[in-house]
Nanobody, 124 residues
């Protein structure tokens, strides 16, 4: 099993930027797809971005496309989420997750390891 620890969340003003990091240990990180999800108060968890095992393929939710960038450094066992032009609607707890497979996927049930989450708050 892989263990995941997110960091980098915080409070930022609208149009600001944050970079989230997710450090992995345990299972071979470099062989699995990774994803970022988020959950706002009173809402269901939603997909944000995903990346394949080697970083060659990525996919984003329409709501963040063009503003967020997912990347990974397999040498450091870390996946990142660069968030630019943040909006108050991006306020949520952000979770990283490790897939059962090497490919990217937007389906949360294909992820079998989750971090504890990091809070992102965007003020207007």
């Amino acid at each position: 099993q892989v263990q995941l620890v997110e960091s980098g969340g915080g409070l930022v003003k609208a149009e600001g930027s944050l970079r989230l990091s997710c450090a992995a240990s345990g299972r071979t990180f470099s062989s699995v797809g990774m994803g970022w999800f988020r959950q706002a108060p009173g809402k269901e968890r939603e997909f944000v971005a995903t990346i394949s095992w080697n970083g060659g393929n990525t996919h984003y939710a329409d709501s963040v496309k063009g503003r967020f960038t997912i990347s990974r450094d397999n040498a450091k066992n870390t996946v990142y989420l660069q968030m630019n032009s943040l909006k108050p609607g991006d306020t949520a707890v952000y979770y990283c997750a490790a897939s059962r497979w090497s490919t990217m996927t937007i389906q949360s049930h294909y992820y079998d390891a989750w971090g504890q989450g990091t809070q992102v708050t965007v003020s207007s």
